[in-house]
């Protein structure tokens, strides 16, 4: 009840942009934006675990103790740590919720040079820009808990009197049972920024080289200069490990970019029979990264106008992405997935290698808390992501339907895609390291996790790397139709849709399939089989409305946790959410309104 499902969040941005002509050739712009979001998030009171059998992350709580002089102890004995047997939980409502405040404010400057030149009965367009944008984001934290205070607070009372600010800590009591002066000690306000830069420098060249006996042989050319840039800075208790929450380290990095391209488009035919126009495009793109060296990608293509109507186009193309920031530096941290243990309830052989795992009496054993910790992270040796892309389509555009009387335009497309990618940046899936490691004892599986004397899963490491090969295709087809104009108004209508044939994923590292696929949820997302919208747009001077129906075909996710529950509805333990239509309604009025600047 304490989880909103709606979150307050405010946003104010400006932005303005002026263009001064310096002469006739050439003119001068300007633009600046700066935007600012206040945001809450909140989420139930903070939970405390303490003991091998409640805490799931090597963490302080491990080692925290609940000593026999605690006044509020009701044992008459120390709670060991170290025992297998001991596990406390409570979340303490009397601390109220966490309150997750964030300002972030985002500023972009950018100003260049265009314009245009004409030598030797040749045309040339060129532009010159720079651009600085940078982000700022602060998060203040409250009703989150130091789990050192906590530690000292139930530990030995000696300790607890020694230190002037230490309150002893009912954690056995029932709701009111920890009293405002308890809560003073343990709680503290957690304070985290971040900051992200970006620098571009950027020149441009493009005209027409020579006549070829189709057409111009027209080119682009330019140089490209990036710099980014990241810091990531926790709160003070957190990087010194004395928070009760979600543990991280601060961080910094970033890195450089030098890129050149050029890009060819040449006319080959020109109104010949069955060729009213033939095209190819030829471009490369090197990129030298300060932190992966340099490399070369290339793209072909061609677009074949049969006649009016008819037209074919292609293309192939090397892909590459560089690992983000966050990707390459970003800190470890912890998150808290809610998954199935493999080894609750084992039987057979799964029973066994659970036993090996060090899960006591395997048949009997269940994890007493879904939501099993995963230590996650940037990784600085990501490589970056390779493809080759290929597609064939076309667009038929009948002249029977230009400019009659129920049609201004109609366009049908379809293109063929089909997509493999190499090195991908990705994370394993959990679950299925956990099902994998419990099913074979690989350690390729086994070595990211690990389990206390009570059999619970206590560490899992699962940092970003370049674990998979993707493969996938499918088809986009389209029409768009525009009416003509009435005195009513003007009429159009889109359909697009994406149909995807084809997703798989394999972990280069095992050779093993990854869960990914169509019709498929993991990870947090899905690849529908079929995603479509549909458009519906009205034009009358001024106004204009629309509505959207966006369709997305079903999925299918594991139960996890779930498992045994009526919303577990599939077979083999999977929950079926079904197809989803969204619709999305829209109205504007254009004000006209002029105000012309002279000097």
Same mark, same amino acid.
């Given at each position: 009840?304490?989880?909103?499902?709606?979150?307050?969040?405010?946003?104010?941005?400006?932005?303005?942009?002026?263009?001064?002509?310096?002469?006739?050739?050439?003119?001068?712009?300007?633009?600046?934006?700066?935007?600012?979001?206040?945001?809450?998030?909140?989420?139930?009171?903070?939970?405390?675990?303490?003991?091998?059998?409640?805490?799931?992350?090597?963490?302080?709580?491990?080692?925290?103790?609940?000593?026999?002089?605690?006044?509020?102890?009701?044992?008459?004995?120390?709670?060991?740590?170290?025992?297998?047997?001991?596990?406390?939980?409570?979340?303490?409502?009397?601390?109220?919720?966490?309150?997750?405040?964030?300002?972030?404010?985002?500023?972009?400057?950018?100003?260049?040079?265009?314009?245009?030149?004409?030598?030797?009965?040749?045309?040339?367009?060129?532009?010159?820009?720079?651009?600085?944008?940078?982000?700022?984001?602060?998060?203040?934290? $409250? /009703?989150?808990?130091?789990?050192?205070?906590?530690?000292?607070?139930?530990?030995?009372?000696?300790?607890?009197?020694?230190?002037?600010?230490?309150?002893?800590?009912?954690?056995?009591?029932?709701?009111?049972?920890?009293?405002?002066?308890?809560?003073?000690?343990?709680?503290?306000?957690?304070?985290?920024?971040?900051?992200?830069?970006?620098?571009?420098? $950027?020149?441009? &060249?493009?005209?027409?080289?020579?006549?070829?006996?189709?057409?111009?042989?027209?080119?682009?050319?330019?140089?490209?200069?990036?710099?980014?840039?990241?810091?990531?800075?926790?709160?003070?208790?957190?990087?010194?490990?004395?928070?009760?929450?979600?543990?991280?380290?601060?961080?910094?990095?970033?890195?450089?970019?030098?890129?050149?391209?050029?890009?060819?488009?040449?006319?080959?035919?020109?109104?010949?029979?069955?060729?009213?126009?033939?095209?190819?495009?030829?471009?490369? +793109?090197?990129?030298?990264?300060?932190?992966?060296?340099?490399?070369?990608?290339?793209?072909?293509?061609? +677009?074949?106008?049969?006649?009016?109507? &008819?037209?074919?186009?292609?293309?192939?193309?090397? /892909?590459?992405?560089?690992?983000?920031?966050?990707?390459?530096?970003?800190?470890?941290?912890?998150?808290?997935?809610?998954?199935?243990?493999?080894?609750?309830?084992?039987?057979?052989?799964?029973?066994?290698?659970?036993?090996?795992?060090?899960?006591?009496?395997?048949?009997?054993?269940?994890?007493?808390?879904?939501?099993?910790?995963?230590?996650?992270?940037?990784?600085?040796?990501?490589?970056?992501?390779?493809?080759?892309?290929?597609?064939?389509?076309?667009?038929?555009?009948?002249?029977?339907?230009?400019?009659? /009387?129920?049609?201004?335009?109609?366009?049908?497309?379809?293109?063929?895609?089909?997509?493999?990618?190499?090195?991908?940046?990705?994370?394993?899936?959990?679950?299925?390291?956990?099902?994998?490691?419990?099913?074979?004892?690989?350690?390729?599986?086994?070595?990211?996790?690990?389990?206390?004397?009570?059999?619970?899963?206590?560490?899992?490491?699962?940092?970003?790397?370049?674990?998979?090969?993707?493969?996938?295709?499918?088809?986009?087809?389209?029409?768009?139709?525009?009416?003509?104009?009435?005195?009513?108004?003007?009429?159009?209508?889109?359909?697009?849709?994406?149909?995807?044939?084809?997703?798989?994923?394999?972990?280069?590292?095992?050779?093993?399939?990854?869960?990914? /696929?169509?019709?498929?949820?993991?990870?947090?997302?899905?690849?529908?089989?079929?995603?479509?919208?549909?458009?519906?747009?009205?034009?009358?001077?001024?106004?204009?409305?629309?509505?959207?129906? +966006?369709?997305?075909?079903?999925?299918?996710?594991?139960?996890?946790?779930?498992?045994?529950?009526?919303?577990?509805?599939?077979?083999?333990?999977?929950? +079926?959410?079904?197809?989803?239509?969204?619709?999305?309604?829209?109205?504007?009025?254009?004000?006209?309104?002029?105000?012309?600047?002279?000097?």
């Amino acid at each position: 009840p304490y989880n909103l499902l709606l979150t307050p969040s405010e946003r104010t941005g400006f932005f303005a942009q002026t263009d001064y002509k310096l002469t006739d050739d050439i003119h001068w712009s300007l633009k600046g934006l700066y935007n600012t979001r206040k945001s809450v998030h909140q989420a139930g009171p903070e939970p405390i675990f303490l003991g091998q059998a409640f805490c799931f992350l090597i963490d302080r709580c491990y080692t925290v103790s609940v000593d026999k002089t605690n006044p509020y102890n009701p044992f008459g004995f120390t709670l060991d740590s170290n025992s297998p047997d001991f596990g406390l939980g409570r979340r303490p409502v009397e601390g109220g919720p966490r309150i997750f405040s964030q300002q972030v404010d985002t500023r972009y400057f950018a100003t260049g040079l265009t314009g245009s030149f004409g030598w030797n009965e040749h045309n040339f367009n060129w532009d010159v820009n720079v651009v600085r944008a940078d982000n700022n984001a602060d998060q203040d934290v $409250t /009703g989150t808990y130091n789990i050192a205070h906590i530690a000292e607070a139930v530990g030995p009372l000696s300790a607890c009197q020694a230190d002037p600010n230490c309150v002893p800590l009912n954690l056995f009591g029932g709701p009111g049972s920890i009293t405002p002066d308890m809560l003073n000690y343990i709680l503290y306000h957690e304070h985290d920024t971040s900051h992200q830069a970006l620098g571009v420098v $950027t020149a441009n &060249l493009s005209g027409d080289l020579f006549q070829l006996p189709a057409g111009a042989l027209d080119f682009a050319t330019g140089y490209e200069h990036r710099n980014l840039s990241g810091t990531y800075q926790p709160d003070a208790v957190v990087v010194a490990g004395d928070s009760n929450g979600v543990p991280s380290k601060p961080t910094a990095g970033g890195y450089n970019i030098d890129e050149f391209y050029v890009e060819l488009n040449a006319p080959l035919i020109a109104d010949a029979a069955f060729a009213k126009a033939l095209n190819i495009d030829v471009a490369s +793109r090197y990129s030298d990264y300060s932190t992966f060296g340099s490399t070369t990608n290339s793209k072909v293509g061609f +677009r074949w106008q049969v006649n009016d109507d &008819l037209t074919f186009r292609g293309t192939w193309a090397q /892909g590459f992405r560089a690992p983000s920031i966050g990707e390459l530096f970003g800190t470890f941290s912890r998150f808290d997935a809610t998954l199935n243990d493999p080894c609750n309830h084992a039987t057979g052989q799964r029973a066994t290698n659970c036993a090996a795992l060090g899960v006591p009496d395997p048949a009997n054993y269940e994890q007493s808390n879904s939501q099993i910790s995963v230590l996650t992270g940037g990784n600085q040796n990501l490589q970056p992501e390779k493809s080759k892309n290929t597609t064939l389509g076309g667009v038929y555009s009948p002249s029977w339907a230009e400019n009659t /009387g129920w049609s201004q335009k109609l366009d049908f497309e379809a293109t063929w895609y089909k997509i493999n990618i190499k090195d991908a940046i990705q994370a394993k899936d959990a679950q299925t390291l956990l099902d994998r490691c419990a099913d074979t004892l690989d350690q390729a599986f086994c070595g990211v996790q690990d389990r206390n004397a009570a059999g619970y899963i206590a560490f899992r490491n699962d940092t970003l790397g370049n674990l998979g090969r993707v493969e996938t295709q499918g088809f986009d087809f389209g029409v768009t139709w525009v009416g003509p104009d009435t005195d009513w108004g003007r009429l159009g209508a889109s359909w697009q849709n994406t149909y995807v044939d084809k997703y798989s994923a394999v972990d280069t590292t095992t050779g093993l399939a990854e869960p990914d /696929g169509v019709g498929v949820e993991v990870h947090d997302s899905g690849i529908p089989r079929i995603r479509s919208t549909l458009r519906l747009n009205w034009n009358l001077g001024e106004w204009s409305a629309g509505w959207s129906m +966006r369709y997305v075909s079903a999925l299918t996710e594991d139960c996890a946790a779930a498992s045994g529950y009526a919303i577990c509805n599939g077979a083999d333990n999977t929950h +079926r959410l079904g197809a989803t239509t969204y619709h999305d309604v829209r109205a504007s009025w254009n004000v006209q309104v002029s105000m012309p600047l002279t000097v």
